[in-house]
């Protein structure tokens, strides 16, 4: 970062408190800073497109920007052809994505006016290997329907968002709008 407002920065970020005792630190806060305040005293007064137009002249050896303009590279067509078939080879592959990630647990839980709901997966290999929603909220389903429904189901918010929509959610969790429930249960938060 050039020259940003750490203290937010900070805020954003959520590290786990045994994660930042485990590296010696005492806050991330301590970790997060700027370039700008390590530049020699001529370069403190930059802005952040001044101080990339300074990196680039350094990189290419030259005094002008206008001078580093000619080492400017236009993509072509096959270059864009290319990239997006990278994108859709790799990035935009479910399996290169999610099926080699590592097994993991994630808890999701919020208190609605209808009742709390407290969904914890289980996901391996990109897939939900087990699900199990606690709560005090109130239906006449059984939820464990619910759980069956996702259970291996792969864990995106694409996925878990359709299996949701084509529920009667209303039948497990009365009195919680069921965007609601989706955006607990489908969402990264």
Same mark, same amino acid.
């Given at each position: 970062m050039f020259d940003v407002n750490t203290d937010s920065v900070a805020d954003a970020l959520h590290v786990p408190l045994d994660k930042i005792e485990s590296k010696g630190i005492k806050s991330v806060r301590s970790r997060v800073t700027n370039v *700008? /305040? &390590?530049? *020699? /005293?001529?370069?403190?007064?930059?802005?952040?497109?001044? $101080?990339?137009?300074?990196?680039?002249?350094?990189?290419?050896?030259?005094?002008?920007?206008?001078?580093?303009?000619?080492y400017e590279y236009e993509l072509t067509d096959e270059d864009k052809a290319g990239i997006?078939?990278?994108?859709?080879?790799?990035? *935009?592959?479910?399996d290169w994505v999610y099926g080699k990630s590592p097994e993991f647990s994630v808890q999701k839980r919020k208190h609605f006016d209808g009742g709390t709901i407290d969904a914890r997966f289980q996901v391996e290999e990109g897939k939900i290997k087990d699900l199990k929603? &606690? %709560? =005090? $909220?109130? %239906? /006449? %389903?059984?939820?464990?329907?619910?759980? =069956?429904?996702?259970? %291996?189901?792969? &864990?995106? /918010?694409? *996925?878990?968002?359709?299996?949701?929509?084509?529920?009667?959610?209303?039948?497990?969790f009365v009195g919680i709008a069921k965007e609601d429930i989706i955006d607990l249960i489908a969402y990264q938060h």
């Open positions: *700008k /305040p &390590y530049l *020699k /005293p001529e370069y403190q007064n930059l802005d952040t497109y001044q $101080f990339r137009d300074e990196l680039i002249k350094k990189i290419w050896d030259v005094a002008t920007i206008e001078e580093a303009q000619a997006a078939e990278i994108e859709q080879k790799l990035y *935009k592959n479910w929603i &606690y %709560g =005090d $909220f109130f %239906g /006449p %389903g059984d939820v464990t329907e619910l759980e =069956d429904a996702l259970r %291996g189901q792969e &864990y995106t /918010p694409e *996925k878990m968002k359709e299996i949701l929509q084509a529920t009667d959610l209303n039948k497990y």
